[in-house]
Nanobody, 120 residues
Framework: QVHVVESGGGLVQPGGSLRLSCAAS????????MGWYRQAPGKQRELVAS???????DYSDSVKGRFTCSMDNAKNTVYLQMNSLKPEDTAVYYC??????????????WGQGTQVNVSS
């Protein structure tokens, strides 16, 4: 079983930056990728970024060019650097561990979520 824990959320002004971190523990060899989802009030949960252990990344169109996902394999930790934040980025951000091969990313384990608020 894999356990993931996020950190780094908070309040930031529009145009600002924030970095989320997520550490995985447990049977970490079972996953080959990690991903970040977000859910804003009244909206569906959205996959914003995923990264495989070899460093291949995918981003949603809504964050492409502004968010960067990276992974430290030795620490089983994934990061989400969020720049040029907009009010519409306000959401609960969830870290996941999962798998990604030639198709889409599939999450297995979910974190509790961390709140990101972008507001002046």
């Amino acid at each position: 079983q894999v356990h993931v824990v996020e950190s780094g959320g908070g309040l930031v002004q529009p145009g600002g930056s924030l970095r989320l971190s997520c550490a995985a523990s447990g049977t970490v060899h079972v996953f080959n990728a990690m991903g970040w989802y977000r859910q804003a009030p009244g909206k569906q949960r959205e996959l914003v970024a995923s990264i495989t252990r070899d460093g291949t990344t995918d981003y949603s169109d809504s964050v492409k060019g502004r968010f960067t996902c990276s992974m430290d394999n030795a620490k089983n930790t994934v990061y989400l650097q969020m720049n040029s934040l907009k009010p519409e980025d306000t959401a609960v951000y969830y870290c996941t561990s999962g798998s990604k091969f030639s198709g889409p990313y599939y999450p297995y384990a979910w974190g509790q979520g961390t709140q990101v608020n972008v507001s002046s």
